[in-house]
């Protein structure tokens, strides 16, 4: 699978921004997909998880995104969004897409990961 993400940028602090992540090539299921980040310095961190079932899970760590980003899917065109509200600079980082792929039926789930996309919140 090719985990295409785009949407980062400069961003004002208070500033939103919605990233997008397309999955495609060959492969049977996606189970979850969403998005880690990395600061620099610091290792990567979840920010938010959706399933198959669109059962969500946001990242809870120390400034988090939890309350201002928003996950969500489109199941049809295996693109997950991830909308970020009231920017703060520590919100910035590259901002990576993974996904849980199957690629034969009875096969495992595979983590597969984006190139990343560099969100820059200034103030």
């Known amino acids: 699978v090719q985990l295409q993400a785009s949407g980062g940028g400069l961003v004002e602090v208070g500033g939103s921004l919605r990233l997008s992540c397309a999955a495609s090539?060959?492969?049977?299921?996606?189970?979850?997909m969403g998005w880690y980040r990395q600061a620099p310095g610091k290792g990567r961190e979840l920010v938010a998880h959706?399933?198959?079932?669109?059962?969500?899970?946001?990242?809870d760590s120390p400034n988090s995104a939890k309350g201002r980003f928003t996950i969500s899917r489109d199941y049809a065109k295996n693109i997950v969004y991830l909308q970020g509200n009231n920017l703060k600079p520590w919100d910035t980082a590259v901002y990576y897409c993974?996904?849980?792929?199957?690629?034969?039926?009875?096969?495992?789930?595979?983590?597969?990961w984006g190139q990343g996309t560099q969100v820059t919140v200034s103030s």
């Open positions: 959706i399933d198959k079932d669109g059962e969500l899970n946001y990242g």
């Open positions: 090539g060959n492969f049977v299921e996606i189970n979850s």
């Open positions: 993974n996904a849980y792929v199957k690629y034969t039926d009875r096969g495992h789930y595979v983590r597969e």
